[in-house]
């Protein structure tokens, strides 16, 4: 069974850091891309960053310079460095995995960026 977990959500005052994680179990995690959306109410999901099985990244242009993805394939996880958060990044991110047409989902987790 394919899980993705992730974790590092938080309430954050603008302009600070989180870092969010994703542990994937039940595939090959090396031959996945991965990749961190999010969903802020009423609006519809968006792709925030991905980065593929070689380990190329891709970014939004609204995350450019200040969110940093990156894979550990030892570990099977994904990480996702948000640095300088705005109040406009407040959305619950989701982790996924693609390969092919398969496509795979974690639960989410919250991050609010308030004073």
């Known amino acids: 069974q394919v899980q993705l977990v992730e974790s590092g959500g938080d309430l954050v005052q603008p302009g600070g850091s989180l870092r969010l994680s994703c542990a994937a179990s039940?595939?090959?995690?090396?031959?996945?891309?991965m990749g961190w959306y999010r969903q802020a109410p009423g609006k519809q999901r968006e792709l925030v960053a991905s980065?593929?099985?070689?380990?190329?990244?891709v970014y939004a242009d609204s995350v450019k310079g200040r969110f940093t993805i990156s894979r550990d394939n030892a570990k099977n996880t994904v990480a996702l460095q948000m640095n300088s958060l705005k109040a406009e990044d407040t959305a619950v991110y989701y982790c996924?995995?693609?390969?092919?047409?398969?496509?795979?989902w974690g639960k989410g987790t919250q991050v609010t960026v308030s004073s």
């Open positions: 996924s995995a693609w390969r092919y047409s398969q496509t795979f």
């Open positions: 039940g595939i090959i995690f090396s031959l996945y891309s």
């Open positions: 980065i593929t099985s070689g380990g190329n990244p």
